[in-house]
Structures are given as structure tokens and as C-alpha cells.
């Protein structure tokens, strides 16, 4: 091999080293017990997707950023013999969110029940360009009800989502939540005409990013009339006003429908863990275009943009079965918890790696080190043997480094009496244990 | 979206449904508190890596198995302007096994202790033919120990592995233990030179599986003269002999070294986990160039190949880190052991999905409801509230469906007197509990 290999994962990739694994494993195990205490079951799927699952699913920008899995062996001789395009290269790609899989799945499996609820936790991966906090591979933490129109389930995910913030330790957070219907109306209303409707929801989705003036500049250059994105941000504005969603459900059309929906959403989640949390926002757009109901977004106080979000999408499952199924799902973003969960110190004490470093002296076979650890270890404790019986000191280091918070020493002395010597490597205090008693008495020595 | 698009994963590639998942979590949960018992921390790794990491590693039939990443954007235009070959169009791909990661980490992680022990259960990618229990993505679970040559270590990856199938509920199983310098030194007693060394363990690693009279033949095909090939079966055949070992561990030079450490690892092991399975095979091969010492594989009764594997390594860390790492590991593969345990029914039951589906009644307002969900989920119960208020028989239908054993109904009576009529859905008992108190009666009714 080459010297100049890069010991380095490629770029925007990690590595998780073990402090790294069991803060993940913190909030994926809290987040995980929510969503079941919601009914959701579990569902994985793989990595690997055909591109034509995923295709057009993103809109072009999400096209652009698929990662594509090379052609092998005689196919990709094949299409070398010719001059090649992209599309004659790769049939398949990477997974790119968790919903789409969802969508196949529920088309695949006729042995579902005839409302799916499951959730996952799995690993993504987007070819974006790599910044502080974005990465190419990531987690999310989605569930997703399929089968059902009733409100009742956009409450659900919106309280499952909720209760598994509160569980992480999270209080101060707010799910936004608007209506594609709804906000379809308000972008009618200020004149926007259907063909730039759906760029004007994507270049809405950044509002709160970029800010009033940059939209109204990025919609201009689009070809929308100043005068109409003028329009647009205005009515928002004034959605914002209290009393605004009552005055739209009280009339009629779309616009009605919308905020009816919403009315009704916020009446069924108020008993719920959600309650507290929900906010009405008129200027939330989600720039998915297979959105069709609600829309959800989750924000928290000192954090630029979402840690989660979702909403309704009832034609999207229909693609691929030829039947409507309505769908509502809702995605929390793993990275974006556990940046804040690390900048607010929100993570209790984590354990990683052995209780026990097993230090065996020279007059010690390594057999019978073994053997005592597999004692400890029948025990329930995690007990690592030194791999030689260097001097203790050098032994006594290596525990040091490996962060373990007791050493046992065994020579000869020990064996011959059936115990350990236990050395409270914080406090340096040393005692001859019984090697049956070892995890009692670490218990009581707390 | 065309008609035509498949519903179906890759080929390959599997969609893991709630009860595949428990299963798979079932067994993973146990290998990784069994690899924690032993000292060893967790891992993750990115699924993408370097094809300079890659490539090289497994042989020229495993660089013809890595999935590439195909370029993207501008990189790809200017591969497609040219005449591209393969190498042109990636320099990504997916992960192939999860000891080439560890090396590349153990070269850029400095603060790593100078004994790393972790273990990683990821999955991995593979492009091989598909066929009966043979996957494109599978999972491993790897336990490996850099910075020492004790053989200690081995015998530490043995137990532990040993252990964790204990744990699994298995028995029966026997780990197969040779050593490379052992069988090389056997293989140069039979007459075949250093050039045809490689491709001679290449094909014995195959001898079980397709027997003398194949392996003759590869080798004759591959140029081997009949006569060495005869030699070599015929010693190892004579090396199966009880005292074998001993007499080779008597001697001197590259046998004898290799014998005497097998020795050492057996002594090690015999007060361990490991103790009762290990049995030396000299015939075990392992295919892969990079083992250095001792060689594991473990065996089941009845089933043809193996469900796990390892050895000792010396020299591939250090072809990253410019400095000699000795390592040692053991994989055991996910889907051989889940294959194995779904034949012979080792699964104990496994909990999936709410354990009461709560009916609402057309009398109760959906808030109410997600209201009393609330409370019994506070309880620590799984509970699902069905999507609409429809005739409870339809209710209780979906509530079997889902498998849910309790329905809990709630009706504007049960609301009135703050309870819920609980209903047994396999004995059909009903009884009505109040609100509070739906845990403790589940828990006391079992």
C-alpha cells in the first residue's frame, strides 16, 4: 500500500470512537423506547436502494446529491464500450431518507396491518457539501403512520416526537406547524400563480434563514413579480396575528379546509405531550414537494435551523401500490440532538469500557488470570485481563488510560487465598476481596 | 413515477419487518453486553471509505465484490470527456469487513490506550452472486485486540466469543484452531515452493467444502504438481493425529514456533469459555493473505461453512501507521447465527408492538382519548390509539391484527368513572380498572 493513504474517514464522513457510540446509544435507545411506547414497531431497511425508487423523489437538487453505486463486471464493460452518461452507470444508490423506503415497503408487504405504524433509526447518506454540523452521513429517527386520514395520527407522531425530546431532557422546544393547503391559498391570495407556487414554498422554506429581503431578491430573479412575493410575505404576516386561523376555518374554500384540519389537530394532541409545544406558523413551507396536509418542523431556542420535521403526505405510498395511502410522518435528526444535548451538558454519566482491569503479577499463569476473570465476569461485571504481567505499575497506568475505575491484582498471594486485591483507582484505597463477593462488594462500595 | 418500478429491495438486499428486527436485536444485544463483559468498547465506522483503503486488502476476488461510489458533478464530467476505466469513475466505496476500518482507525486515532480492544456490529456490503443465505449487505460482529502479542489475547477474543454463543443458547459448537506459520511450514514439507503458497491456502480453505478429489484438481488446473498436492493432504491428514501437535511443538523452526504458541493459546484458554470448543484442525486454511499466527473458525452441527472466523494479523495496522501493530480478532456473522437459531427455535418469545390497542368509542373525543394513552404510556405500557372512532368489532379485529394481546376500550362510561374496560384478547375476559391502575392489573393478571 501507498504511504500517502489517508488514515482519515472520506470527507464528510466519521468515526465514532466509544464516548462517541454511547452518547448516540443514549438517545437512540430513549428515542427508540418513546416510539414504542406509541405502538410504533421497528423496520429497517437496506442501504442500498434501486435508483429508481429514489429518482425524482427529491426534487433535482436531491437528484444531484444521490450517492450512485458504480456498474460492475460485464455491465459496466457494457456501457464502457459506448460513451457513457451518468444514467448508463449506476442503477442503484444510496439511501437517501427513510420515508421513500417506507413508501416501498408498504407497497411490497400486503401481510401489513392496514395502519402501518413503525418507526427507524438508521443511517442516510447525502453528497452535500460538507460544512460544520453537516455531514454525508447521518441518522434519523422517524415514524411514520400510513393508512389513515384521521388527525388523530398527526397528533401522534407530533406527540411521539414531543414525549422523546421531554425524555432526553429537552423542555424548552416548539413544533411549528402549518398546512399545505393553507398555505397554498395564502400564495394564491397575493396573485402567485400555480406554475410558481411550488418555487415560491421552496424559496418560503427559507425564510427564516435568509431572511424577508433575500426571498423577495431570490424570487425576483425567479421571474415572480416583486409586487406579488410583496403580497405574500404580507398576508403571512398578518396570519401570524392572533385569532387569524379561527377567521380562515370560519370561511370556506381550501384555505378553510386548512385551517379546520389544524384547528382539529391542536384539539386532539392538547391532552397530549405535544400540547405545550405547538405553534401555529403560517410561514412554514418544508421544501418536500410530497407534502399534502400538516407540516411539522421542530425548533429550540439558540439553535439555527430544525432538529426535526415532517408532516402529511398522502399520494406518496400511492405511487408505487396504485392505491391512495394517506400517510403522516414525522423525522427527528439525530446530529442536530446530540450537538445540543453536548453544547447544554445534557447527557448523564455515560459507562464505557471495562469496571476491572484484571492486573495478573509474574508468579500468576495467565490460565488462571483468565479464570478468575470469568468469574467476575459470571458475575455481570465488565472485566478486562492485562494482556501481560508487565510491573504493576506499568498495569496500574494502563487502567489509567483506559479509564477504568477499579484494578484487581492477582500474584500469587491472592490465588492461593481465593481472592483479589482491589484497588479503588480514584481514591488509591485497596482490599482483599473474595473473588466470589467481587461484585457485592463493589455494590456496597459505592 | 413509471408502473414498472419494483417494490422489491435490490437483489440481495433484505427489508427487516418488526419481527426480523427483534430477532436481529435479540442476538445483537446479546453479543455486545457479552464483548462489553470482556472489556471491549464500541466502534462505528462511516459505510463509505476510501477505495484506497479498500482495495488490495481481500484479494483480487474481493476487489472485483466492493460496490463503488460513482463520481459525481464535475468530477464525473471530466471522467466522462476522457475514455473512463472503472478506476476513473470512483475512488468511494462501501465497507467490505470491519477489520480494514479498525487498521485505518488505529492509524489516525493517536489518544487510543496502547492495548485497543473494541468490538463493532455493522453491517457490510458485498457484491457477490446472491443465493441461499448469502446476502449483499450482512452484519458482522467483531471483537479485536491491537498492540499486543500476548497470547492472552487470543484467548480473549476465543472467550469471548465462546461466551456470547453460550449466551445464544448454543452448545454444540466447535472452534477450529490452526496456525499459518504451522500450516506454511507443512505446506513447504510437502514440496510446494513460496510462489504457489497463497494460491495453496487459498484453495485448502475450500477442503471442506468440496472435498480432496476438487481441491487436486484446482490446484492441478492452477499448475500445482499432482505429487506436492498429494504430499499435502497426506501430512495434514497425518497432522490430525492425536500428539500431533506436541511432536511438532518439539521440534525447531516455523512448526515448532507455531505449534508452541497454539499450546500456549489452548493453555491460556483452559479456564475460559473458549476451553470446552477449541480443538485443533491443521486442514484450516482461512482464505483471506493477511493472517499472520493463530487461525479461529467456528463450526455448528449440521451446518455447512461457518459462522464465524478470525486470527491473528500482525502486519496489516501497521501498513497505515508506518509502525509494526500486532492484532488479533474474531468476527462472528449475524445472519449464519439468526439462520441457525430460527431452525432450531432458540428464540426465547420476543415482545413487538403495543401491548394495548385502546378503542375509542364514537361517544369520546379523540382528546380524551390520546389523553388516557397518555397516562398508561406514563405507566410504561405500549399503547396504540386506534385512528378512528369506528364499531369497537372493527377495532378489536385491527387490535388482533397487530397482535396487540389487551384492548383497552373507552367508552363515555369508562370516561364518567376514570377507567377503561381492559379486554383479554386471547381469553376474551373483560374487566373494567381505573385509569391509573391498568399497569398494576396487566402485571398482576399474568
Given at each position: 500500500m501507498s504511504q500517502d493513504t489517508s488514515t482519515k474517514p472520506p470527507s464528510g464522513m466519521r468515526d465514532f470512537l466509544a464516548p462517541d457510540v454511547v452518547r448516540r446509544r443514549h438517545v437512540t435507545s430513549i428515542v427508540q423506547r418513546v416510539y414504542e411506547s406509541f405502538g410504533f414497531v421497528p423496520l429497517e431497511t437496506p442501504a442500498i436502494e434501486n435508483l429508481s425508487s429514489l429518482l425524482?423523489?427529491?426534487g433535482p437538487e436531491g437528484d444531484q446529491l444521490l450517492y450512485r453505486i458504480l456498474h460492475r463486471r460485464d455491465k459496466l464493460q457494457r456501457a464502457l464500450?459506448?460513451?457513457?452518461r451518468e444514467q448508463d452507470l449506476a442503477e442503484e444508490g444510496l439511501r437517501y431518507d427513510l420515508t421513500v423506503p417506507l413508501a416501498r415497503v408498504v407497497a411490497n408487504y400486503?401481510?401489513?396491518?392496514?395502519?402501518y405504524k413503525r418507526y427507524a433509526i438508521q443511517p442516510v447518506w447525502r453528497a452535500d457539501r460538507?460544512?460544520?454540523?453537516?455531514?454525508r452521513e447521518f441518522y434519523q429517527c422517524d415514524v411514520d403512520i400510513t393508512g389513515t386520514k384521521s388527525l388523530v395520527a398527526d397528533a401522534e407522531v407530533c406527540g411521539a416526537v414531543a414525549e422523546a425530546l421531554h425524555q432526553l431532557?429537552?423542555?424548552?422546544?416548539r413544533i411549528l406547524v402549518n398546512h399545505r393547503a393553507l398555505l397554498r391559498a395564502l400564495v394564491a391570495r397575493a396573485g402567485i400563480g400555480p406554475n410558481a407556487e411550488a418555487l415560491a414554498l421552496i424559496v418560503l422554506d427559507k425564510l427564516d434563514k435568509i431572511g424577508a429581503d433575500a426571498v423577495k431578491q431570490e424570487l425576483a430573479q425567479k421571474g415572480v413579480p416583486a409586487a406579488q412575493t410583496e403580497a405574500l410575505l404580507e398576508v403571512l404576516e398578518l396570519s401570524k396575528q392572533p385569532g387569524a386561523l379561527a377567521q380562515f376555518a370560519a370561511g370556506e374554500g381550501a384555505l378553510a379546509t386548512g385551517a379546520r384540519e389544524l384547528q382539529e389537530l391542536f384539539a386532539n394532541a392538547?391532552?397530549?405531550?405535544?400540547a405545550a409545544h405547538l405553534v401555529f406558523d403560517p410561514t412554514l413551507a418544508r421544501g418536500?414537494?410530497?407534502?399534502?396536509g400538516p407540516i411539522f418542523e421542530v425548533t429550540c431556542a439558540?439553535?439555527?435551523?430544525?432538529i426535526g420535521g415532517g408532516g402529511r403526505y398522502d399520494n406518496l405510498v400511492g405511487m408505487w401500490k396504485g392505491q391512495e395511502v394517506p400517510a403522516v410522518g414525522f423525522s427527528l435528526g439525530l446530529e442536530r440532538v446530540l450537538l445540543i444535548m453536548g453544547e447544554r451538558e445534557m447527557f448523564p454519566p455515560l459507562a464505557i469500557g471495562p469496571q476491572i482491569l484484571l492486573c495478573r503479577m509474574g508468579d500468576v499463569p495467565a490460565a488462571t488470570a483468565i479464570g478468575v476473570a470469568t468469574a467476575l465476569r459470571g458475575q455481570g461485571l465488565r472485566v478486562e485481563v492485562h494482556a501481560d504481567a508487565v510491573p504493576l505499575g506499568k498495569q496500574l497506568q494502563y487502567a489509567n488510560a483506559i479509564g477504568a475505575p477499579f484494578a484487581a491484582i492477582l500474584g500469587a498471594n491472592e490465588v492461593a487465598a481465593a481472592t483479589v486485591s482491589m484497588?479503588?483507582?480514584?481514591?488509591g484505597a485497596q482490599a482483599a476481596v473474595p473473588i466470589g463477593e467481587v461484585s457485592r462488594w463493589l455494590s456496597s462500595s459505592k
Open positions: 425524482g423523489k427529491y464500450e459506448g460513451s457513457p400486503r401481510e401489513l396491518p392496514a395502519f460538507p460544512a460544520k454540523g453537516r455531514f431532557g429537552f423542555s424548552d422546544f392538547k391532552s397530549g405531550p405535544a418536500l414537494g410530497y407534502y399534502t439558540g439553535l439555527a435551523g430544525s484497588k479503588n483507582l480514584t481514591s
